[in-house]
Antibody, heavy 116, light 110 residues
């Protein structure tokens, strides 16, 4: 069935890096724009980053611009989020989501905790 | 990229109708017919309930409906049921492939 599965979360110290992955199945991954959305503990949803179907266009929320990089490998049906210079306030569940105008398919999320 | 404004909480009795508002600006909600609504139960991923202001995905109950006027969108849940108790988030396209979410509304079924 149509599915997104995130991985790569964990506990990391401030200033360090982490790379998240999101593996897609059940649909033609290369045909869809993809996004990362996060949710800090007890807080609301926050849009993080966008990548076009072919990887040619990328946009970021101001809160992560210059620190996070979104990418994709359509041959592997996988979306990535490289997170550098992590801050305590980046602590959140990170979701990947498929987007044909709205976020119609979501992964289960992966938890990232930034703490010393 | 300021969050859209939603009431923190809305409640209703079973069978009643409730409406959740979502207020943005002329740069997001007011500019595009791309407001969507998501239902989130604790510990689970958000679920798309409404897209393009007022369209329902296949499988979503027709008790859920969306509307928009100017810079404010609304989600109405009619015939409120216990299973509708959840957090609800609106989301709007904000140009240049960016999106902005609402602050979230906790719906309580009394």
């Amino acid at each position: 069935q149509v599915q997104l599965v995130e991985s790569g979360g964990g506990v990391v110290q401030p200033g360090r890096s982490l790379r998240l992955s999101c593996t897609a199945s059940g649909f033609t991954f290369s045909s869809y724009a993809m996004h990362w959305v996060r949710q800090a503990p007890g807080k609301g949803l926050e849009w993080v980053a966008f990548i076009s179907y072919d990887g040619g266009n990328k946009y970021y929320a101001d809160s992560v611009k210059g620190r996070f990089t979104i990418s994709r490998d359509n041959s592997k049906n996988t979306l990535y989020l490289q997170m550098n210079s992590l801050r305590v306030e980046d602590t959140a569940v990170y979701y990947c989501a498929r987007e044909p105008g709205a976020f119609d398919i979501w992964g289960q999320g992966t938890m990232v905790t930034v703490s010393s | 990229q300021s969050a859209l404004t939603q009431p923190a909480s809305v409640s209703g009795s079973p069978g009643q109708s409730i409406t959740i508002s979502c207020t943005g600006t002329s740069s997001d909600v007011g500019s595009y017919d791309l407001v969507s609504w998501y239902q989130e139960h604790p510990g689970t991923a958000p679920k798309l309930m409404i897209y393009e202001d007022n369209k329902r995905p296949s499988g979503v109950s027709n008790r859920f409906s969306g509307s928009k006027s100017g810079n404010t969108a609304s989600l109405t849940i009619s015939g409120l049921q216990a299973e509708d108790e959840a957090d609800y988030y609106c989301c709007s396209y904000a140009g240049s492939s960016t999106y902005v979410f609402g602050t979230g509304t906790k719906v309580t079924v009394l």
